[in-house]
């Protein structure tokens, strides 16, 4: 038997495989696209395996090993290989690497004949993360941040018109809409506000493309929701309707808003629907808290949205949601010292709403600093949920990922 440091050598080799590239015409700009947007676009696809993880992943494995720890470092070698997470492009300079990325899935596809399924997020919105610190980015409004960012956009796009044969999804700006919802009174949120629409207005109506679909942001059911719906409730009661958390009206009016913005700038655009939960911890259909579960969001906005003329679907991020028996806090977004991995991407959802659960977020990347000196340090990452020491935001966070590791539910077998 292969020793495990043969094994994650044999892993990072098979990830490297190079097949023939198949020639690829790169299709004209268009407007006038037949979207994918009104079908699932998950359906019979493979879900793509991210590279960017998958090496973060090998070099986790790789220290567990080397410590002693055998059973876990296997464990890591199948989130490696196995499991599909969100690729992200959170600056301008990693647009350089979407062609690796998308040709990678080509070659996958060539290989194995099954097709592929991209999962993108993109966030890099000026002023983003503009009621916190942790993961504030590179653009801002008084500095040209709108034309920087739809420059941004149009990079984005331009790269992936060249791949008209892979399948993407994109889900866009991740905390935007929970922020202009809740958080105007925050001066750096309510000053970018409009600009921040313009902006997400911008970006879906130059992301039309035939193999695209996109998700809009929906924040989380702890941020924008706590309704619980009866079995038996009657959706288009109006009563109903008027009588919803306040939250939750105010998130279909901007989503709804941005996207008719949208639809001025190029009238073919379509978005598929709405993306939740992204970098959260809460359950599907099993956390019975007030605003933990995001099945309940789900069907609670669903309608108001409908009503609004937008037939949304989701997907709904479940990679750290693996534990769900502990007391929910508005402070224990940062880190969450109860985390584990939880139920691996799939189509088979609780609800026809739900195109599918995804890892967006790549459990074990940090989410922001406990280093109270650091200049995007957040009060939030020092709270009394929080794994500290934590490094910078983005950066590897080895004991955060052996955490969600040990608490994966279910469990994460050891495939090698």
Partial sequence: MKNLQSLITLAVALSGIAFATPVVEERAPSKNVTSISTTNPFTGFEFFVSPVYREEILNASSQLSHSGNTTLAKQALTVATKISTFLWISDTATISKVPSWLKEAQKIQKATRKKQVVQIQIYNLPERDCSAKASAGELSYADGGEAKYQAFILSIA?????????????????????????????????????????????????????????????????????????????????????????????????????????????PNAVVRGVATNISNYNGLGNNNQTGMDELVYVRNLQPLLAAKG??????????????????????????????GFGPRPTTNTPDPLIDAVVWAKPGGECDGTSDTTAARFDEGCVSPNSLIPAPESGTWFQAYFVQLLTKANPPIPALY
């Fill in 158 to 266: 331009a790269e992936l018109k060249k791949f008209p044969d892979v399948r993407i999804v994109l889900a866009l700006e991740t905390d935007a809409i929970g922020n202009l919802v809740t958080n105007l009174a925050v001066p750096k949120c309510g000053d970018a506000a409009e600009a921040q629409k313009r902006s997400m207005a911008f970006a879906i109506a130059n992301l039309q493309l035939p193999n695209v679909s996109l998700y809009v942001d929906g924040a989380h059911a702890g941020w924008l929701g706590y309704v619980t719906l009866s079995p038996l409730q009657d959706l288009s009661d109006p009563s109903f309707i008027d009588g919803l958390e306040q939250n939750l009206g105010p998130a279909a009016d901007v989503i709804t808003e941005i996207i008719a913005m949208a639809k001025a700038i190029n």
């Fill in 310 to 339: 937008f037939d949304a679907h989701f997907i709904v991020d479940q990679g750290r949601s693996g534990t769900q028996n502990y007391t929910r806090e508005g402070t224990d977004w940062c880190n969450n010292k109860f985390a």
